[in-house]
């Protein structure tokens, strides 16, 4: 499950949130809309690594999809997929205390969380479809190629 499971439920045991705390673990695709059903915000802390700049997860545009209140770090793979105030909340990365605060107010403004949502969720249904993601690969795999040719000259 992970490096710091254990010391995770070690955590979660002596601070008495067993209660409040669901570990599913890995959870089939076919059961994600569940999962994200039972909550209202989903944040990304990703960690200020050269891996966390480079690569885009998922789970981000699952929840923008689902609806969901985001909250990213500014690392560069997840600042790209949000549009701060509009689509989600970005906090600076490393900095507890700023995802914090962001989590607070989420929790405390019911309209910002519902904003976030539909924005998100429209954001994904008009902007990350088939029809543009492939125009857009269509368009990079063009310039790569004419670049090629050029090059070839």
Do not use: C
Request: hydrophobic share 40%; glycine share 6%; no cysteine.
């Amino acid at each position: 499950l992970g490096p710091i499971y254990d010391e995770l439920m070690g955590i979660i045991k002596d601070t008495k949130l067993a209660d409040w705390v669901i570990t599913p673990g890995r959870v089939p695709f076919a059961e994600v809309s569940k999962y994200y059903s039972l909550i209202d915000i989903a944040p990304f802390p990703r960690k200020p690594l050269p891996v966390t700049e480079m690569v885009s997860p998922m789970k981000p545009l699952e929840a923008l999809a689902m609806e969901k209140a985001v909250v990213v770090s500014n690392v560069g793979a997840l600042d790209e997929m949000i549009e701060d105030g509009k689509t989600g909340l970005v906090f600076q990365k490393g900095n507890i205390r700023d995802l914090a605060d962001k989590l607070e107010l989420l929790i405390k403004d019911g309209k910002l969380r519902s904003l976030l949502g539909t924005n998100g969720r429209r954001h994904i249904v008009n902007e990350r479809n088939w029809k543009n993601v492939s125009h857009l690969m269509s368009n990079s795999l063009s310039d790569l190629d004419s670049k090629r040719i050029t090059s070839d000259d």
